[in-house]
């Protein structure tokens, strides 16, 4: 009966070892599995925010592509607008500048493709105003009675001595055509770096004085004067009165 004890103590003892060593292998076995489970995870994890920065970047990288293509077209249609309005001065400079007189409107279009050339040097924020009062109706506007080049001084010095930079600053043109008279008026603000104390400008200057008094005597009107820190160049030249000259040249 002892014997028999022993036996199944033994036997008992031999299985709670057997269900114990069961029981750690198994924890051991899920505590395995969990850490797989959670490297999975993490991978998963670092995967997916892979993924999504890939999409991010995807995102952006064509946004920012794309913003440097419109810089660079900006850019390219602003030289390629600067070079078509050279190319419509040098023609004219080349080939209706050799005609002795060309019509208001030829040397207008002229004045205009020379102030987009010279608009590339100016910031977005400076004020140019640019205005016409024409009548294009009249038949003097389309006839060739005025002398080429004549307002290439005028433009060409305000962008030279216009205040680019300061607030304020600013270039007003004025185009005029009425009753057979061409008009131009040009102001700016003088910059304080280069001021413009005398009244008449140079050799450009003098040699338009010169020509308008040799083509068209007493039938222009030329001033240049200065305003607080506004420097005005205003000319006026009746075509009629001059066409009329020519046709009676006793008058």
């Known amino acids: 009966m002892q014997s028999l004890f022993v036996l199944i103590s033994a036997s008992v003892s031999i299985i709670l070892i ?57 850019h390219a249609y602003q030289t390629y607008f600067a070079l078509d309005k050279l ?31 010279n608009k590339i ?5 400076f004020e140019l105003k640019i205005k016409t009062k024409i009548d294009e109706q009249e038949p003097l506007f389309h006839q060739k009675l005025l002398a080429p080049l004549i307002s290439i001084d005028f433009i060409e010095n305000a962008f030279k001595h216009a205040d680019l930079q300061s607030p304020g600053a600013f270039i007003s043109v004025v185009f005029e055509f009425k009753d057979g008279n061409f008009g131009l008026t040009v102001a700016n603000k003088i910059s304080s770096k280069t001021p413009m104390k005398k009244e008449k400008g140079g050799i450009g ?45 006793g008058r």
């Open 18 to 74: 057997m269900a114990v060593m069961f029981l750690l292998n198994r924890l051991k076995i899920e505590k395995r599995q969990k850490k797989d489970v959670e490297s999975r995870l993490k991978e998963l994890e670092i995967k997916t925010n892979t993924v999504h920065l890939e999409v991010l970047e995807s995102k952006l990288n064509p946004h920012l592509f794309k913003n440097i293509l419109n810089s660079i077209q900006s």
């Open 87 to 117: 190319a419509g001065v040098l023609d004219y400079i080349l080939y209706e500048s050799r005609n002795k007189f060309v019509t208001p409107k030829e040397e207008i279009d002229f004045a205009m493709n020379l102030i987009e050339i």
């Open 121 to 125: 040097k100016v910031s977005p924020l």
């Open 205 to 249: 200057a003098q040699t338009l004085d010169q020509r308008l008094r040799i083509i068209y005597k007493d039938n222009f009107k030329l001033e240049r004067f200065i305003d607080d820190d506004v420097y005005i160049a205003y000319l006026k030249i009746n075509l009629l009165g001059y066409k009329n000259q020519m046709s009676d040249p």
